[in-house]
């Protein structure tokens, strides 16, 4: 059984990311969607919040579940037995980022491949800080995010607006 892991932030979970790992669930027995814990202060969601929209997300993608995680993602994946990292890419920007942390993942876990796979064109521009952004300023996301994320990030725009106005 070949077990890969999925990691990122997923400040939310986009279209892109489900793109990838709908693809990556395909190629590998077990999918595990790492979500990195960062500091509440640094993202939008808590972590939960983060794990549980991703979690609502994924619904008939029988051989992935969601997890948190710490630390190294080379670690992580080792407590996990999994043999692969999936990153997703996008544009030129996402290849240089993603080829040298791949680098340094070979370095530090040489039995852990990383798999990238190239984002549908559809979503190539799609990234979780964009979404964000347009949100806030009222664009529409519609399509962009999975409805149960695009209706939770709307709703956390209003409570951050509804605080700053009182």
Same mark, same amino acid.
Not at 12 to 25: E, F, K, N, Q, Y
Not at 51 to 69: C, P, Q, R, T, Y
């Given at each position: 059984?070949?077990?890969?892991?999925?990691?990122?932030?997923?400040?939310?979970?986009?279209?892109?990311?489900? /793109?990838?790992?709908?693809? #990556?669930?395909?190629?590998?027995? =077990?999918?595990?969607?790492?979500?990195?814990?960062?500091?509440?202060?640094?993202?939008?969601?808590?972590?939960? =919040?983060?794990?549980?929209?991703?979690?609502?997300?994924?619904?008939?993608?029988?051989?992935?579940?969601?997890?948190?995680?710490?630390?190294?993602?080379? /670690?992580?994946?080792?407590?996990?037995?999994?043999? #692969?990292?999936?990153?997703?890419?996008?544009? *030129?920007?996402?290849?240089?980022?993603?080829?040298?942390?791949?680098?340094?993942?070979?370095?530090? #876990?040489? /039995?852990?491949?990383?798999?990238?796979?190239?984002?549908?064109?559809?979503?190539?521009?799609?990234?979780?800080? %964009?979404?964000?952004?347009?949100?806030?300023?009222?664009?529409?996301?519609?399509?962009?995010?999975?409805?149960?994320?695009?209706?939770?990030? *709307?709703?956390?725009?209003?409570? /951050?607006?509804? %605080?700053?106005?009182?």
């Amino acid at each position: 059984m070949t077990i890969a892991i999925y990691p990122g932030r997923f400040d939310p979970v986009t279209a892109g990311h489900l /793109d990838i790992v709908s693809r #990556a669930s395909r190629l590998f027995d =077990e999918i595990i969607i790492a979500v990195f814990e960062v500091p509440e202060n640094r993202t939008m969601f808590t972590t939960p =919040e983060r794990v549980a929209m991703f979690e609502d997300s994924i619904g008939e993608l029988s051989n992935v579940s969601v997890k948190s995680f710490s630390g190294l993602v080379v /670690d992580y994946a080792r407590s996990k037995n999994a043999k #692969a990292i999936v990153r997703g890419i996008r544009m *030129n920007a996402d290849f240089e980022y993603e080829f040298e942390m791949a680098l340094m993942n070979r370095k530090l #876990a040489p /039995d852990i491949d990383v798999v990238c796979l190239m984002t549908d064109i559809q979503f190539q521009f799609v990234r979780a800080s %964009l979404l964000k952004e347009v949100a806030r300023l009222g664009g529409d996301i519609e399509g962009l995010a999975p409805s149960n994320v695009i209706t939770q990030l *709307n709703s956390r725009i209003k409570k /951050d607006l509804k %605080l700053t106005e009182e």
